[in-house]
Nanobody, 114 residues
Framework: QVQLVESGGGLVQAGGSLRLSCAAS????????MSWYRQALGKQRELVAD??????KYADSVKGRFTIFRGNARNTVSLQMNSLKPEDTAVYYC?????????WGKGTLVTVSS
């Protein structure tokens, strides 16, 4: 059973930065793609950034501010978030696919104050 654990969330002022990390355990397979989603209060979960076989894609709202990258450890992915805005406030979830199965972390809360 694959488990994803996110870390790095917290409270930050607008214009600040945070780095989220996601570590996967329990998989014999490489996880691909690995992605970050977010869900703000009262809104649907949305894709923030995705990395698949070295290719990345971002939501228009975060392009130029967020960067997704693989960690040095196997099956880890991070999200560097710069120039944060209050509208970035949400629970951020890590998602990964392994051997055709989809897995989700429990999420980490990011709160950006104005």
């Amino acid at each position: 059973q694959v488990q994803l654990v996110e870390s790095g969330g917290g409270l930050v002022q607008a214009g600040g930065s945070l780095r989220l990390s996601c570590a996967a355990s329990g998989s014999m397979f490489s996880l691909n793609p690995m992605s970050w989603y977010r869900q703000a209060l009262g809104k649907q979960r949305e894709l923030v950034a995705d990395m698949s076989r070295g290719n990345t894609k971002y939501a228009d709202s975060v392009k130029g501010r967020f960067t997704i990258f693989r960690g040095n450890a196997r099956n880890t992915v991070s999200l560097q978030m710069n120039s944060l805005k209050p509208e970035d406030t949400a629970v951020y979830y890590c998602r990964a696919v392994a051997n055709g199965m989809e897995y989700w972390g429990k999420g980490t809360l990011v709160t950006v104050s104005s």
